[in-house]
């Protein structure tokens, strides 16, 4: 597989567009503050939340849409200069041969969760409707405000599993494009905070109380953050980089908790080496699914002990974004395409002394690196595993 | 238009008021009795550890029982290597209306089992939890056009990798609570096991053909009867119907499926 990828854009919480996230990942400034989400008040947390979504102004031809995540995944599509990219695909190809994947894992539902909790007693005056659902709320919602943002009419379909939501994306449109049911594809994720998801992993007791330390010895949970970022598969592009491997497997072990053996997470990293025909030892960097969960982090360990060994640079970005979700595997695949095109491995931000059970080589600190080809995981609730491989095209 | 991708159909699976199952749907969707609106048992897993037999939410259930179904000729040993790809519009109401309330009562109570079943891979995490399946597993939603979404993504995944795939489409009713959002109306499943075209080791209904068309649907394909098609009208999983009763009468029929604005998709049915 080698698909090029002709524009990306990054909007998280350490950094909106590209070059502010490269800056964060240089010198370790990271997104995550207190919990001041005003909706869920009283969790004791850290978030990965991002500046100036409250303010943002929705266009008023966009205005149905208007909810926190549809606002994300505009203010994405607006950094880095990716809407001309994409401008230039549709003037090649025509919009109805340019399609769009979108993951995510709650798209709007916190839009309907402001609207019944601000006025949980009045039922009656609740403003929920076909159209709030439609256009807020549903899973689809956000793929269809990104294909009317960018004009596009081609095939289109909304990737929701979890946490891989947005890494199983390029997986999906490398097939679609391959298959010629279109000639290029926008891959993106968004997801907001959200009430339900913060109380939802606080029930699990899954949240940290810090921010999040992946692969620390004494980690003790994740730090959710929001995010958006897309970008544009085009075989005709003349790019510097590419995505060259999927792998894509399931956990079926349990909903809520990765396999301990993390067969499944093998599974999808060794199909990802092998959809990119490369062996182990020419993979020089992994950005891990590293939530800082202690359950996560020893499981993806193994499935790295498994499939590539001890000595691949390999590391958790968790700490400067948080953790974003449904949009964490386009985010993590974005910093990917930053350290092939930057020449830098990113540290793993907050950890200070490796889990002495971890055996994976955990770059603590940025160092400079020019690797041909990276890795990345994404892992989901419900068992669901998706490996990317990117590389730089020669 | 795209290009034009076929599979063979070689596993049905349904499941719905009155269409309990593809034997009971047969002979309704071929007209040879009347459909009732029996309302659906409470649907269980029996493949399921009984963990997870008890917490499974109600879209998992629906989807599961159609799935079971299309696999079934298959040998248990099998179904564990059988990539699936799920669709729905609008997930498990239940689910979310319950979360919900949670939220507006009391956030602090939140119940993990309910957190994890709101994922809306719910119903494929069971699926391969109950299978103990590592296969790939895909589920997506395009609103109104979930089910022509799942078929596309399950015939080129056939097309791509030259091996079979399991297309779940399930929606449910949406409780009272969120009646404001008048999504889905009754539930409905439904399963499609697709293999290669040229496979020769399952026998097949028939051979599905595929493209992806600009503009708007014309034909809906075959008739079918007015009282299924009108209790299904909202139901995006339900735009299964006209293959399923072509499937049913072993005819061939020629079907527009709505899609996403400015596309379609065009199927074409050969027993």
């Not at chain 1, 990306?8 to 001041?36: E, I």
């Not at chain 1, 059970?357 to 998706?386: E, K, W, Y």
């Not at chain 2, 399952?202 to 493209?211: D, N, Q, V, Y």
């Given at each position: 597989?080698?698909?090029?990828?002709?524009?990306?854009?990054?909007?998280?919480?350490?950094?909106?567009?590209?070059?502010?996230?490269?800056?964060?990942?240089?010198?370790?400034?990271?997104?995550?503050?207190?919990?001041?989400f005003?909706?869920?008040?009283?969790?004791?947390?850290?978030?990965?939340?991002v500046?100036?979504?409250?303010?943002?102004?929705?266009?008023?031809?966009?205005?149905?849409?208007?909810?926190?995540?549809n606002?994300?995944?505009?203010?994405?599509?607006?950094?880095?200069?990716?809407?001309?990219?994409?401008?230039?695909a549709?003037r090649?190809?025509?919009?109805?041969?340019?399609?769009?994947?979108?993951?995510?894992?709650?798209?709007?539902?916190?839009?309907?969760?402001?609207?019944?909790?601000?006025?949980?007693?009045?039922?009656?005056?609740?403003?929920?409707?076909?159209?709030?659902?439609?256009?807020?709320?549903?899973?689809?919602?956000?793929?269809?405000?990104?294909?009317?943002?960018?004009?596009?009419?081609?095939?289109?379909?909304?990737?929701?599993?979890?946490?891989?939501?947005?890494?199983?994306?390029?997986?999906?449109?490398?097939?679609?494009?391959?298959?010629?049911?279109?000639?290029?594809?926008?891959?993106?994720?968004?997801?907001?905070?959200?009430?339900?998801?913060?109380?939802?992993?606080?029930?699990?007791?899954?949240?940290?109380?810090?921010?999040?330390r992946?692969?620390?010895?004494?980690?003790d949970?994740?730090?959710?953050?929001?995010?958006?970022?897309?970008?544009?598969?085009?075989?005709?592009?003349d790019?510097?980089?590419?995505?060259?491997?999927?792998?894509?497997?399931s956990?079926?072990?349990?909903?809520?908790?990765?396999?301990?053996?993390?067969?499944?997470?093998?599974?999808?990293?060794?199909?990802?080496?092998?959809?990119?025909?490369l062996?182990?030892?020419?993979?020089?960097?992994?950005?891990?699914?590293?939530?800082?969960?202690?359950?996560?982090?020893?499981?993806?360990?193994?499935a790295?002990?498994?499939?590539?060994?001890?000595?691949?640079?390999?590391?958790?970005?968790?700490?400067?974004?948080?953790?974003?979700?449904?949009?964490?595997?386009?985010?993590?695949?974005?910093?990917?395409?930053?350290?092939?095109?930057?020449?830098?491995?990113?540290?793993?931000?907050?950890?200070?002394?490796?889990?002495?059970q971890?055996?994976?080589?955990?770059?603590?600190?940025?160092?400079?690196?020019?690797?041909?080809?990276?890795?990345t995981?994404?892992?989901?609730f419900?068992?669901?595993?998706?490996?990317?491989?990117?590389?730089?095209?020669? | 238009?795209?290009?034009?991708?076929?599979?063979?159909?070689?596993?049905?699976?349904?499941?719905?008021?009155?269409?309990?199952?593809?034997?009971?749907?047969?002979?309704?969707?071929?007209?040879r009795?009347?459909?009732?609106?029996?309302?659906?048992?409470?649907?269980?897993?029996?493949?399921?550890?009984?963990?997870?037999?008890r917490?499974?939410?109600?879209?998992?259930?629906?989807?599961?029982?159609?799935?079971?179904?299309?696999?079934?000729?298959?040998?248990?040993?099998?179904?564990?290597?059988?990539?699936?790809?799920?669709?729905?519009?609008?997930?498990?109401?239940?689910v979310?209306?319950?979360?919900?309330?949670?939220?507006?009562?009391?956030?602090?109570?939140m119940?993990?089992?309910?957190?994890?079943?709101?994922?809306?891979?719910?119903?494929?995490?069971?699926?391969?939890?109950?299978?103990?399946?590592?296969?790939?597993?895909?589920?997506?939603?395009?609103?109104?056009?979930?089910?022509?979404?799942?078929?596309?993504?399950?015939?080129?995944?056939?097309?791509?990798?030259?091996?079979?795939?399991?297309?779940?489409?399930?929606?449910?009713?949406?409780?009272?609570?969120?009646?404001?959002?008048?999504?889905?109306?009754?539930?409905?499943?439904?399963?499609?096991?697709?293999?290669?075209?040229?496979?020769?080791?399952?026998s097949?209904?028939?051979?599905?053909?595929?493209?992806?068309?600009?503009?708007?649907?014309?034909?809906?394909?075959?008739?079918?009867?007015?009282?299924?098609?009108?209790?299904?009208?909202?139901?995006?999983?339900?735009?299964?119907?006209?293959?399923?009763?072509?499937?049913?009468?072993?005819?061939?029929?020629?079907?527009?499926?709505?899609?996403?604005?400015?596309?379609?998709?065009?199927?074409?049915?050969?027993?």
């Amino acid at each position: 597989m080698n698909v090029p990828i002709a524009a990306w854009t990054l909007l998280a919480a350490c950094g909106s567009g590209s070059r502010d996230v490269r800056d964060a990942l240089r010198t370790g400034r990271s997104g995550l503050r207190p919990n001041d989400f005003e909706p869920a008040p009283g969790l004791s947390t850290y978030l990965g939340r991002v500046e100036g979504v409250e303010d943002f102004v929705v266009p008023s031809s966009l205005s149905h849409f208007d909810c926190r995540n549809n606002r994300l995944a505009m203010m994405g599509l607006a950094l880095d200069g990716f809407e001309a990219c994409v401008a230039r695909a549709v003037r090649r190809h025509g919009a109805h041969r340019v399609g769009v994947f979108v993951g995510t894992s709650t798209s709007g539902i916190l839009a309907t969760e402001l609207a019944l909790c601000a006025a949980p007693s009045r039922n009656g005056d609740v403003p929920l409707s076909p159209d709030f659902y439609r256009y807020r709320h549903s899973m689809h919602s956000v793929t269809e405000l990104v294909r009317g943002v960018l004009g596009l009419r081609g095939p289109a379909m909304t990737v929701s599993t979890a946490c891989s939501s947005s890494a199983k994306v390029f997986a999906v449109a490398a097939r679609a494009i391959s298959a010629g049911v279109c000639d290029a594809a926008v891959v993106g994720g968004a997801d907001s905070v959200a009430m339900s998801t913060l109380h939802g992993f606080n029930a699990l007791s899954l949240l940290s109380r810090a921010p999040c330390r992946p692969f620390d010895a004494d980690r003790d949970g994740i730090s959710i953050g929001e995010a958006a970022a897309f970008a544009l598969l085009d075989p005709s592009a003349d790019s510097d980089v590419a995505l060259e491997g999927c792998g894509e497997s399931s956990d079926g072990y349990h909903m809520s908790t990765p396999d301990p053996e993390g067969a499944g997470a093998a599974a999808a990293m060794r199909e990802a080496l092998a959809s990119a025909h490369l062996c182990a030892d020419e993979i020089g960097y992994v950005n891990l699914h590293g939530t800082a969960s202690r359950a996560n982090d020893a499981a993806e360990d193994l499935a790295v002990q498994a499939v590539l060994g001890d000595r691949v640079p390999a590391g958790s970005t968790k700490g400067f974004t948080g953790h974003a979700l449904g949009a964490a595997g386009i985010v993590e695949a974005a910093i990917c395409l930053i350290a092939l095109t930057d020449g830098f491995l990113p540290g793993t931000l907050n950890c200070r002394t490796v889990d002495a059970q971890i055996r994976s080589r955990i770059l603590l600190d940025p160092v400079a690196a020019t690797p041909a080809h990276v890795m990345t995981n994404s892992f989901g609730f419900g068992g669901s595993n998706c490996t990317l491989v990117l590389g730089r095209r020669t | 238009m795209s290009a034009s991708f076929a599979a063979s159909v070689v596993g049905v699976g349904i499941c719905a008021p009155g269409m309990i199952d593809w034997v009971v749907a047969r002979d309704v969707l071929c007209g040879r009795c009347e459909w009732r609106p029996d309302p659906l048992p409470k649907l269980d897993v029996p493949l399921l550890p009984s963990t997870e037999r008890r917490r499974v939410n109600p879209a998992a259930r629906l989807a599961i029982a159609a799935a079971a179904q299309a696999v079934a000729p298959w040998p248990v040993d099998r179904r564990a290597s059988i990539a699936s790809v799920f669709a729905s519009g609008n997930g498990d109401g239940d689910v979310l209306a319950g979360t919900l309330q949670t939220l507006v009562d009391d956030a602090t109570a939140m119940s993990p089992t309910l957190f994890h079943n709101s994922v809306f891979n719910a119903p494929a995490g069971y699926w391969t939890i109950a299978n103990r399946s590592r296969a790939r597993s895909t589920t997506v939603s395009a609103g109104a056009g979930s089910f022509a979404a799942g078929v596309l993504e399950a015939t080129v995944e056939v097309a791509m990798t030259r091996e079979p795939v399991l297309m779940v489409a399930a929606d449910m009713p949406f409780p009272a609570s969120l009646a404001a959002f008048d999504v889905t109306g009754a539930a409905f499943a439904a399963a499609l096991l697709l293999s290669p075209p040229d496979d020769s080791t399952a026998s097949s209904f028939g051979r599905l053909e595929i493209a992806v068309h600009e503009g708007s649907p014309g034909s809906t394909g075959d008739d079918v009867d007015p009282a299924v098609a009108t209790a299904f009208r909202r139901n995006p999983a339900a735009r299964a119907l006209p293959l399923l009763a072509a499937i049913a009468r072993g005819v061939p029929s020629r079907m527009d499926l709505p899609y996403v604005d400015g596309c379609y998709l065009g199927m074409t049915f050969t027993p």
